[in-house]
């Protein structure tokens, strides 16, 4: 089992920064892929962003390609989401997720932490 609690949410005016943080405990060294989802009211849970094993190989929905910044230290079993130039389209509850496989569906999800971006 793989547990993931994230932090790092809150209200932020357009055009402002958060990070958000997300540590894994349990099985950790099982993890292959973390990864950051968002579901905003009314829609459906989104891929944002991903990081593998190797912390070079990482992707990005395209909306925030170019703002985002996904990163991870495995000695500390760590994830971040570096989220700059928010827009207000941003306003989410986002989730970590962990995936065993190189591919496939994740594993394993925290409790998601609210973003609210103020237009």
């Known amino acids: 089992q793989v547990q993931l609690v994230e932090s790092g949410g809150g209200l932020v005016q357009a055009g402002g920064s958060l990070r958000l943080s997300c540590t894994a405990s349990?099985?950790?060294?099982?993890?292959?892929?973390l990864g950051w989802f968002r579901q905003a009211p009314g829609k459906e849970r989104e891929f944002v962003a991903a990081?593998?094993?190797?912390?070079?190989?990482?992707d990005y929905r395209d909306s925030v390609k170019g703002r985002f910044t996904i990163s991870r230290d495995n000695a500390k079993n760590t994830v971040w989401l570096q989220m700059n130039s928010l827009k207000s389209e941003d306003t989410a509850v986002y989730y970590c997720?962990?995936?065993?496989?190189?591919?496939?569906?994740?594993?394993?999800w925290g409790q998601g932490t609210q973003v609210t971006v103020s237009s």
């Open positions: 997720a962990a995936a065993l496989r190189v591919v496939g569906p994740y594993d394993y």
């Open positions: 349990g099985r950790t060294f099982s993890i292959y892929r």
């Open positions: 990081v593998g094993w190797n912390v070079e190989n990482t």
